[in-house]
């Protein structure tokens, strides 16, 4: 495989056209929706008119025909300038869609992916569970067949895009069965919103991504179709294994987004900022920190664009893509500490991005899949 990672004409082409959209339509409004944790509808739809939802996906299901790479082409631009818009999009489209696309039938595909594609509707996955965390097999919500329904009983909590107005469905990992042995048949269900039993709880309140949706789900006694299971039974917590899997390339692209945020955010401050009669920037100690956080920018892009390339390819990507994700998320809140510190006094006011920019960085060292089990995951590839 070439470890020639420079992007084709037409990828550099949305590269630099996201890039203009994330600096003259987010940037602007973005801090305002943040400061009142309001969900940026507009800003939304207007993600939805470029396409930017169906990036990976086929045209036949209302996609642009793009890939993983480009996904993360658009993921790393728009978190150079903000997480939560990232987030929205990452979720939506890793978690919400690509369940379905994998897994589904070709009814389900049909019936949801357009709509997801245009970002008319958004998707949610209800994986995680009050009592569950990185046990991401020990789910107790199930789901018992009744006749040509399945009735569902549980609760999911740090639910991304599960509260919107325009949610359409979460697809809900839930224990259909038992095997001889007695351990759990896990399955996916998708649950339409708005149906009856299924309640979405208030927005979280959030160190970060105050912008994004975040909610706890429960269900009591939620009815849907026998038809909405997404793959085989029992063949869920595979599924989620592999949504994860591919979702933590997206995440390193989203971290290195944020890490490269702060340093050309911190690059423009150090021009700007005069103190002993001279830009900051003409000290060695800034200079230091500023090619450091470079380098780790750098470095993290190399890591995820490899672990996408991979993927698009069809090679393993199972421990490049943990490699990415546990190395972009943490320098990702590296980077951020030292944005805040070349900013001093400024980086703890809101009304600057990298206070912002902190305050997003330490959730991708903990969602879809902590540091700790990122390690453990390596481990495994390496056959310890």
């Known amino acids: 495989m070439s470890l020639d990672h420079r992007l084709s004409p037409e990828l550099e082409e949305l590269r630099r056209t996201v890039e203009a959209f994330a600096h003259d339509v987010v940037a602007p409004k973005i801090g305002e929706f943040y400061e009142q944790h309001e969900f940026p509808y507009e800003i939304v739809r207007d993600m939805g008119r470029m396409g930017l939802f169906g990036l990976p996906f086929p045209e036949e299901y209302g996609g642009m025909g793009g890939d993983y790479l480009a996904l993360g082409i658009a993921l790393e631009e728009l978190a150079r300038v903000d997480s939560s818009v990232a987030i929205t999009l990452e979720a939506a489209v890793s978690l919400g869609a690509m ?3 994998h897994f589904g039938t070709e009814e389900q595909k049909r019936e949801w992916l357009p709509r997801m594609c245009t970002g008319e509707v958004l998707g949610a996955f209800g994986l995680t569970e009050p009592d569950g965390g990185s046990d991401a097999g020990a789910t107790r919500t199930t789901a018992v067949r009744e006749g040509d329904e399945w009735v569902i009983n549980g609760s999911k909590c740090f639910i991304t895009n599960s509260g919107t107005d325009i949610t359409g469905l979460v697809t809900v990992t839930a224990v259909t069965g ?3 042995d007695g351990s759990p048949l896990i399955s996916s269900i998708i649950v339409p ?6 309640t979405v709880g208030a927005p979280y309140s959030k160190v970060g991504w105050n912008a994004s949706d975040t909610r706890e789900l429960s269900f009591s006694d939620v009815r849907v179709p026998v038809a909405n299971l997404v793959g085989a039974e029992g063949r869920g917590y595979a599924q989620f294994l592999r949504i994860l899997d591919e979702g933590r390339i997206a995440i ?14 911190s690059v423009r401050y150090a021009k700007d900022r005069h103190a002993f009669g001279r830009p900051i920037g003409h000290n060695q100690a800034i200079q230091f920190k500023l090619a450091d956080m470079e380098m780790r920018a750098h470095t993290s892009r190399l890591a995820w664009r490899d672990a996408a390339s991979r993927l698009v390819h069809g090679e393993p990507f199972k421990k490049e893509a943990a490699l990415a994700k546990l190395y972009s998320s943490e320098i ?3 980077n951020a500490r030292e944005a805040t510190q070349i900013h001093g006094g400024y980086g703890f006011m809101n ?10 960085s330490k959730i991708l060292e903990i969602g879809e899949g902590t540091s700790e089990v990122q390690r453990l995951l390596i481990a495994r590839e390496l056959g310890v």
């Open 99 to 101: 369940p379905i696309y």
């Open 178 to 180: 038992r095997k001889d």
């Open 193 to 198: 919103s708005g149906t009856p039993g299924f």
């Open 252 to 265: 390193a692209a989203l971290a290195t987004g944020l890490a490269q945020g702060c340093v050309d955010e």
């Open 332 to 334: 990702a809140v590296d």
């Open 351 to 360: 009304e600057y991005p990298v206070a912002r920019m902190w305050r997003d």
